[in-house]
């Protein structure tokens, strides 16, 4: 079977990915002066909250990009917020934690200008244990815990549009209905058997070539989501939070601030050899 050649391609839209990717870091871009710090009234008995979900999820922001632990997380959002000259109270470490715990993240996206065409990838992400080379290494403790994270990209311009938390034994079949769902799509339906389609798709590409094969059935699309993927894990190896509703926040807070990123710009290119 033929090795693919390697593409080479080329940046047509260089200065204006140039300042989006000046923008990413800018502090700027999580602060919005006319965003409600102040936790509205719910009209319900009992003590009310004082901070809104927009204050409670930009400090969240600033731990995940930073890799700051909560208390750290605290003080840093203080000083910059005095270096911004707003006047505003920050939430201490267990307000942080607590309300992480219910926080309904917002999660930006644009949408797409037709039809959505989802991508859809997952991996597993750390929750506790050692590193491997320690573990391999110095022995350490065998207990290793993981999550599953699952993602579903929109195809055009390349935001997550769904995201999922599963424990490590969960596959990546059962929950493509749950994220089909999310936006309101139809679960696909296989009208033949797994081993005849891998059957079909071996002849196909031998007899094609890869590289014909792969952009001839489409295939070359899952990098984009494989990509995105990547930058997941660029935003940190493993999951700090430890009970599991905080770590399903924790990677929402992730995911916002990625489509964040994706919505600055991103580079349009084309194959020139």
């Not at 940190?236 to 990123?261: C, I, M, P, S, T």
């Amino acid at each position: 079977m033929s090795r693919p050649n390697t593409l080479t391609y080329k940046t047509l839209n260089w200065p204006a990915y140039n300042k989006a990717l000046k923008r990413r870091g800018s502090l700027a871009i999580w602060f919005d002066p006319d965003m409600v710090w102040a936790a509205k009234p719910t009209g319900k008995r009992g003590r009310q909250p004082v901070y809104s979900d927009a204050a409670v999820q930009t400090c969240l922001t600033m731990k995940v990009l930073f890799g700051l632990a909560l208390r750290q997380t605290t003080g840093f959002m203080e000083s910059l917020l005095r270096l911004i000259g707003l006047d505003w109270d920050v939430p201490d470490f267990s307000t942080l934690s607590r309300r992480q715990k219910t926080l309904a993240v917002n999660i930006p996206h644009r949408g797409s200008q037709g039809p959505l065409h989802l991508l859809i990838d997952s991996t597993g992400i750390k929750v506790e244990g050692e590193g491997e080379w320690n573990a391999r290494k110095h022995g350490g403790p065998k207990r290793r815990v993981w999550r599953k994270i699952h993602i579903g990209i929109d195809e055009e311009t390349l935001e997550v549009r769904a995201v999922e938390v599963t424990s490590s034994d969960i596959g990546d079949a059962p929950m493509l209905p749950e994220l089909l769902a999310r936006k309101n799509a139809k679960p696909w339906k296989a009208i033949t058997a797994g081993a005849v389609a891998r059957n079909e798709v071996l002849r196909a590409s031998k007899y094609l070539g890869r590289a014909l094969w792969r952009r001839w059935s489409g295939y070359h699309r899952r990098s984009r989501v494989e990509t995105k993927m990547h930058c997941v894990k660029l935003l940190g190896q493993r999951l700090k939070a430890r009970d599991f509703d905080r770590q399903v926040a924790e990677f929402q807070v992730r995911v916002a601030v990625l489509n964040g990123f994706t919505a600055l710009g991103i580079p349009v290119t084309k194959v020139v050899g």
